[in-house]
């Protein structure tokens, strides 16, 4: 989808090591215009990871910094723009007082990524790249990949085969969390190294066995640490991308696995803050490639920054590219519900009852497609929990969810999709209860609403054998009727359906009724 007039908007990233901004001019997900870019390089994640705290002298600093790109947002007269923070105040125990003192000082509205999300705005970047090259040389790199991206508290793993997102995982390792794992003392040991190397193997020790079910032909690198490590390499990445084989990076590592901070910035001309990131980040590649055989690496230097203006822009104007993500994602979850408890069909026939449900009358209370597609994601979830046992399963489930990253959903959103689950066949959302008490308020309403909507689907298929098709709904005087065909007796789906009808009465206002044709 490609628009008359560019979007103009800006993008704000508060990263660990940078705080930076894009301006652009967005016509398409191919066709971006950058008009304005900027870069600071700060040392506010370092503090972060130290101290677990953003000290108010930094604060301070970081507002007048946030207000110089304010001026500039102005000068450019942009009144479009949004700010994105990730490790720097996911990891900080005072991120409500740095948000309301930015909020005060800024006027800046920060919105704070989760890893998860973190590691989707990334991927739908990178993804939708290389299908781009794909189109231009004919196929030529396959749609067998596996994504890396390193962050300063993360590690994102993803895989996609024969082009299907197969597999994601993140690990809480990243460049600046190794470090400040180890002090300073522990870092200057010519033992450090092969410390580092074992500690990382521990913890990544786990995914091998499932990663080797998949064969992937490429490792695709991002990100800033990705620009560094090719660097070192001598590779030319003004395309945004080079591909070396293994053994390229194999040299590199002989040279640099033992080398200090120090003796790399001075040996490579680096930057502190670049030079200190080349150790752990040499040793998670070589994890990764002693573990996962590949033909090629791909390094491609899309950074948050840059996915983010895209992603902002596809969401904006609901480009065909987001939406074939987010089926994408759909499948990873039914996969990951696959290793639990599935039962694939009762799920489709729910996903097709809620959409009707929701295309019908969702719009006119308030739900959205986001709501919708989080409400997706609990009926593909919510009989995970029989997987450990089925006496409370609801329970189980509630606590699987929120034990697992949910690719592309932010930690609220996945409380939501738990919240949904736990109240999946009994009881109303109440304070009483800790799923619906934990959420936010601004989350409260749409939990409860989705909750509703999603009884009134499960009491469709509620014997598990699909009886209903050619299902359609409407809202006919202050009721929401929906018709359906049967060859079946439908006596208990129609019996449950007006037990959850009172839920669904008293959160929404209107009757729900099952008409037969």
């Known amino acids: 989808m490609e628009l008359d007039k560019p979007m103009i908007y800006g993008i704000i990233h508060l990263g660990s090591s940078t705080l930076s901004m894009r301006i652009v001019g967005y016509r398409g997900v191919n066709q971006i215009q950058v008009i304005e870019e900027v870069k600071r390089e700060t040392s506010f994640g370092e503090e972060v990871f130290l101290n677990k705290k953003l000290s108010f002298k930094s604060i301070r600093r970081l507002c007048v910094l946030l207000n110089g790109l304010k001026q500039l947002l102005a000068d450019y007269r942009v009144s479009e723009y949004a700010v994105y923070a990730t490790a720097i105040l996911r990891e900080a125990e005072n991120r409500r007082s740095i948000m309301d003192l930015i909020h005060v000082h800024t006027g800046f509205q920060v919105q704070v990524i989760d890893m998860p999300q973190e590691i989707y705005f990334k991927h739908f970047a990178l993804h939708y790249e290389l299908e781009q090259i794909n189109r231009q040389n004919h196929q030529y790199l396959g749609s067998d990949f596996l994504f890396v991206d390193i962050t300063s508290g993360c590690v994102g793993l993803t895989i996609w085969e024969q082009g299907a997102l197969r597999y994601q995982h993140n690990v809480h390792i990243g460049t600046l969390r190794l470090l400040e794992t180890f002090r300073l003392n522990q870092r200057e040991s010519q033992d450090f190294p092969e410390a580092m190397t074992e500690y990382i193997h521990s913890i990544m020790r786990p995914l091998w066995k499932t990663i080797s079910r998949f064969h992937p032909r490429y490792l695709v690198l991002s990100g800033r640490e990705a620009r560094i490590m090719a660097s070192l390499m001598n ?283």
């Not at 293994?246 to 001309?269: Q, T």
């Not at 104007?317 to 979850?333: G, H, I």
């Not at 599935?342 to 308030?366: D, L, N, V």
């Open 235 to 517: 590779l030319d990445m003004k395309s945004n991308m080079a591909m070396v084989r293994p053994e390229a990076f194999y040299e590199l590592y002989e040279k640099v696995s033992r080398m200090s901070s120090p003796r790399i910035m001075n040996a490579f001309g680096l930057q502190e803050q670049q030079a200190d990131s080349v150790l752990p980040t040499s040793h998670l590649y070589w994890e990764i490639l002693q573990n996962v055989h590949v033909e090629s690496i791909l390094m491609m230097g899309t950074t948050f920054l840059e996915s983010a203006a895209m992603y902002y822009g596809a969401k904006k104007m609901k480009d065909p590219a987001l939406l074939q993500m987010r089926a994408q994602n759909l499948e990873l979850t039914r996969s990951i519900a696959s290793n639990y408890y599935y039962e694939p069909e009762h799920a489709r026939a729910m996903e097709i009852y809620s959409q009707i449900i929701m295309e019908a009358f969702g719009a006119i209370h308030g739900l959205n497609d986001r709501d919708a597609f989080l409400l997706r994601m609990a009926i593909i979830l919510y009989q995970i929990g029989k997987y450990v046992n089925l006496l409370d399963h609801h329970v189980h489930t509630y606590h699987l969810i929120r034990g697992i990253d949910i690719f592309g959903l932010s930690d609220i959103e996945k409380d939501i999709v738990a919240c949904i689950s736990y109240y999946d066949h009994k009881g109303v959302p109440s304070e009483d209860d800790e799923p619906f008490r934990r959420l936010p308020e601004s989350g409260k309403m749409v939990a409860l609403k989705l909750v509703a909507v999603f009884r009134l689907a499960r009491a469709m298929d509620i014997s598990r054998r699909q009886k209903m098709f050619d299902v359609s709904a409407h809202v006919r005087e202050n009721t929401l009727v929906i018709t359906y065909e049967s060859q079946q007796n439908t006596a208990l789906e129609t019996w449950i359906f007006e037990k959850e009808n009172e839920l669904f009465r008293n959160v929404f206002g209107v009757e729900a009724k099952l008409e037969r044709r």
